[in-house]
């Protein structure tokens, strides 16, 4: 499991997303962390609460924590990249969510790369596994905003 400040703890700690905000009681509060080769990873349990039936995790939650998951790796491929100390706003442009197989409750990780980059932008992917085995596969397209988007204060 991954442990020490996780990138949102780290580079937006006043952050309110419902899905990597730090500050949200009521988010999912995921925490990515990078792993020192390119790729991101995060584990997250979910509660009973995020069940689509009985033991099975919501696909409305795993496309959550994959899209905040993927926007994280955006962000720490940029501020990497280009020597920032700061996480640039970046929102999601599109992204798509293939459920392999039903993920159960209990931990889940996920494991993002970049796939391609260029200027202000990354094109992600993003394997979840749960039980040993993969259950959703993510990928998007994620971009950094400039003043005047209503996401450029976020963090």
């Not at 706003?89 to 197989?101: D, G, I, M, Q, S």
Request: a neutral charge; proline letters at 6%.
């Amino acid at each position: 499991m991954t442990t020490g400040r996780s990138l949102q703890e780290t580079y937006a700690p006043q952050g309110r997303c419902f899905g990597c905000g730090p500050t949200n009681d009521r988010g999912l509060r995921i925490r990515s962390f990078a792993a020192g080769d390119g790729r991101v990873v995060c584990d997250f349990t979910p509660e009973r609460y995020h069940e689509a039936f009985e033991d099975v995790l919501n696909g409305g939650i795993i496309g959550t924590v994959l899209d905040c998951h993927m926007n994280w790796t955006t962000i720490e491929h940029l501020i990497r990249t280009q020597g920032l100390d700061h996480a640039p706003p970046c929102v999601t442009a599109e992204f798509k969510v293939v459920l392999k197989r039903p993920t159960p409750m209990g931990l889940v990780h996920v494991d993002a790369h970049v796939v391609s980059a260029a200027g202000d932008r990354a094109t992600i992917e993003a394997t979840m596994t749960a039980g040993g085995k993969v259950t959703a596969l993510g990928t998007g397209t994620f971009i950094a905003v400039k003043p005047g988007h209503p996401a450029y204060h976020r963090w």
